[in-house]
């Protein structure tokens, strides 16, 4: 696959997808819905650093598709900026950023340092070294999981047992235009598996006393007990079994009764997401509505 980024004089970034069919001929064809996926990444990742003015002012830019041309699978896409030339010179290509986004995706950054050209010196955890523009160093700690959902869609063809292999070209048309380091480099199965977005997830909980009403009350499920307080009326899991015994064995609970409650709350936090259940562990005493206020 052949993809291309050109602003009003352009750039090429080529993308090649290399591999065996099953018969050992060479791979000339890949599933629609991952050459799809791979457009729809390509269009992502370049609208976000767009966005982020990384390829300067070019905002007014659009992907573009050519012909295939012989050899493996190819498709050549264009960015095309309605901009000045003189504006995109100096300004990173697509594969530069395509190069720097699979690179974070399996590295992580040992360090970095501000440099007086508005550029930002980068040291990988593997010690190997990148220069980038402070717009597109800005974007790459952005939108971290926005960005993995693009490169897997990039890559989406070498989960195909077919697929072996993508050779990225990235060799600018106009002379001044930076490429990316090493300018050609090849992304493998690991990358593709390095760029799943992890789930950050985390996990707490706290224990409290509160009184409470059983505004909903399951006598078969322990697990859909509806409870309300002051602060909020929430679907809980009975876990006191004694409790649970003394209602089998008839207990009388009246819609205005209080409960005093012991509950654990736990408190999932997943992908910026919370989530919180609450765990009746005990219940401490009961006392009937009205005007009775006996112990049960």
Request: proline letters at 4%; hydrophobic letters at 40%; aromatic letters at 8%.
């Amino acid at each position: 696959m052949v993809i291309e980024n050109v602003e009003e004089s352009g750039d090429s970034l080529t993308l090649r997808f290399a591999g065996e069919n099953e018969d050992g001929t060479e791979l000339h064809e890949l599933r629609a819905a991952h050459v799809a996926e791979v457009l729809q990444g390509i269009t992502g990742l370049a609208g976000d650093f767009t966005r982020a003015g990384a390829f300067g002012n070019a905002l007014d830019s659009e992907i573009l598709v050519r012909p295939a041309r012989e050899g493996s699978f190819i498709i050549e896409v264009v960015r095309f900026a309605q901009e000045h030339h003189e504006a995109i010179v100096g300004t990173p290509t697509l594969g530069a950023v395509l190069w720097w986004a699979t690179k974070s995706a399996r590295a992580d950054v040992k360090d970095f340092e501000y440099l007086d050209d508005d550029m930002v010196k980068v040291i990988w955890q593997d010690d190997t070294v990148a220069e980038i523009p402070r717009t597109a160093w800005e974007e790459l700690n952005k939108r971290k999981r926005r960005r993995k959902r693009h490169l897997r869609q990039i890559l989406a063809p070498l989960s195909d047992d077919r697929v072996q292999s993508l050779e990225v070209f990235d060799v600018p048309e106009e002379p001044g235009l930076p490429t990316s380091p090493p300018g050609e480099f090849t992304l493998t199965t690991a990358d593709y598996i390095a760029a799943q977005p992890t789930d950050e997830v985390s996990e707490t909980f706290t224990i409290f006393e509160t009184e409470a009403q059983m505004s909903a009350i399951d006598f078969d499920s322990p697990e859909k007990w509806r409870v309300k307080t002051t602060a909020a009326n929430r679907l809980a899991t009975m876990e006191d079994a004694d409790f649970l015994l003394r209602v089998d064995r008839g207990l009388a609970i009246h819609k205005g009764d209080i409960f005093r409650l012991k509950i654990r709350e736990d408190v999932l936090e997943k992908n910026g997401q919370t989530r919180r259940t609450w765990t009746i562990l005990q219940v401490l005493s009961h006392r009937r509505s009205a005007n009775d206020d006996d112990d049960a």
